[in-house]
RNA sequence: GGAAGAGUGGCAGAGUGGUUGAAUGCACCAGUCUUGAAAACUGGCAAGGGUUCACGCCCUUCGUGGGUUCAAAUCCCACCUCUUCCGCCA
């Protein structure tokens, strides 16, 4: 959601910004709504003007004892009037933020240019990927091996994209999200929070996955009920409709969820394995900020995953999204992306994005400083801290003993899983 | 799921059809007093929007959405949330 106000004063600006994502002019379209909407609004608001006031005479006359009847008579005459001019407007005020809730983000200025994912920019590489000799296993196959990853009895149950984690692979899932967690909460100074699983609409309008996004979305039939398709929403919608002292900013949540997705626009991609799951957990972080302290947060954000990857001892590399590859809510991204050895490819971990005030626009999320009158909107920041199943593939592909076909467990880990060194198959 | 009650400004809490956007108290802000603080006193203190160069004027909002009325926080309907009781249940 946008400031119209701003837009009215700079449409080229924003006409510019939107382009670097590809977008058409929209700016013309956006006033000329504006425009009629505001035009009703004052031409009704003129028309309940006149009602209120006569009807307070009337107030006045009736308690002196006199006869009302003719300006009764008159207020009555201006309701078809004002009806009718009331429904226009809302059709009018309805056709701009449906209008305005279909545009994506304007994108931070640093944001490199660029058409789609091949244009990202790296810009910063931890670790260096182990040179293997023979073609490396990937994770599938090491689970499997290990009898400790089931997709067929799996997939018997809930069909494509599930999976049945057992004895060691599902210690270490547990064990990752427990690490995670305790990272952010000792080290990094994040609230644990343990959140709703099912979101309305309008928790979901919030953070953008509605309108447009609909359909990767599982939803109950009966109820107004969603399945979040990351905590993100559940996180991100505590400051909805909330007016926050300035001082008690920050605030930076943590919470460990499982996400759902339909995976609708992915048909084909990454059919194998657990890279791409209809359901998943991940451990997410959100920040809630002053406008001026968002993009210091991003690159703290951010930094707060990249030491998670590093206490794991895993390669990985940062990059900052491109304008045609960052996400519609996000003004700008990073992505950290792991070492797959078996893709020898590095892929996507984490996500870390700075919302700007786009979220808190939508949420009505605002915050006060001390003794001032004025109200911002917030910012808001998200970041995966990380996706458990993908940390998961990619300690057992970067820890995996081809000697005997088990999985060292990570330093970090061992004491999460009963000091186990490796996993092996019993 | 059934029954009863309740949802008003940051909080507490008045207000059952007519200058009520809303008494009062607390909190908060500014000032007076004080060496300073406290107390006391004085004043201020909802959000969003339209219009205006501006002062200002106006509109909307008392859980949400409809309705009745010249006029709704106040009456009617539906929904949501909370509390209590009953039922069921991890």
Redesign the pocket.
């Known amino acids: 959601m946008f400031?119209?106000?701003a837009i009215r004063k700079n449409p080229e600006q924003f006409d510019k910004n939107w382009a670097r994502r590809g977008l058409s002019a929209q700016s013309s379209e956006i006033l000329a709504l504006?425009?009629a909407n505001?035009?009703l609004?004052?031409e009704?608001?003129?028309l309940?003007?006149a009602?209120?006031?006569?009807?307070?005479?009337?107030?006045?006359i009736?308690?002196a004892g006199g006869d009302?009847d003719a300006?009764?008579?008159e207020?009555?005459s201006?309701?078809d009037k004002?009806?009718k001019l009331e429904e226009q407007q809302?059709i009018a005020d309805e056709a701009v933020k449906t209008k305005l809730s279909g545009i994506p983000n304007i994108l931070a200025e640093d944001v490199p240019d660029g058409p789609d994912e091949d244009h990202n920019v790296e810009i910063r590489k931890y670790g260096t990927p182990k040179s293997l000799n023979s073609i490396p296993k990937d994770h599938v196959d090491i689970g499997e091996a290990l009898g400790m990853m089931d997709f067929a009895n799996a997939a018997k149950m809930s069909g494509s994209r599930f999976v049945i984690l057992n004895a060691g692979l599902a210690r270490m899932e547990r064990a990752l999200a427990q690490f995670f967690l305790d990272t952010h909460t000792s080290e990094h100074g994040l609230t644990e929070v343990s959140p709703p699983l099912l979101v309305k609409s309008d928790a979901l309008y919030g953070t953008n996955q509605l309108p447009k996004f609909a359909d990767d979305l599982f939803k109950s039939s009966d109820?107004?009920h969603w399945l979040i398709p990351t905590s993100e929403v559940s996180l991100t919608n505590i400051v909805a409709e909330e007016?926050i002292d300035e001082e008690d900013l920050p605030r930076r949540y943590t919470a460990f969820t499982p996400c759902f997705r339909k995976e609708a626009g992915s048909a084909g991609k990454d059919t194998r394995g657990m890279i791409r799951q209809h359901q998943f957990y991940k451990v997410e972080m959100v920040s809630v900020t002053t406008p001026d302290k968002s993009i210091e947060e991003h690159e703290r954000m951010t930094g707060c995953a990249e030491n998670l990857l590093k206490k794991l001892e895993l390669p990985f590399r940062t990059i900052v999204l491109c304008a045609g590859d960052t996400g519609f809510g996000a003004s700008k991204t990073y992505d950290l992306e792991v070492w797959v050895p078996s893709q020898e490819t590095y892929r996507e971990i984490s996500s870390c994005s700075n919302c700007w005030d786009f979220q808190a626009r939508r949420m009505?999320a605002?915050c006060?400083a001390?003794?001032e009158?004025?109200?911002k909107f917030v910012h808001t920041l998200n970041g995966s801290g990380l996706a458990i199943g993908r940390a998961l593939v990619a300690v057992m592909e970067n820890y995996y003993d081809p000697a005997d076909g088990g999985v060292f467990v990570p330093e970090v880990l061992k004491s999460y899983m009963g000091g186990l060194e490796k996993i092996l198959s019993c």
């Open positions: 400031d119209l106000r504006d425009e505001r035009g609004q004052t009704l608001q003129e309940l003007a009602r209120n006031e006569k009807s307070k005479e009337i107030g006045k009736k308690s009302a300006i009764m008579a207020v009555s201006l309701k004002i009806a809302k109820t107004d007016i009505n605002r006060r001390k003794g009158k004025d109200t």
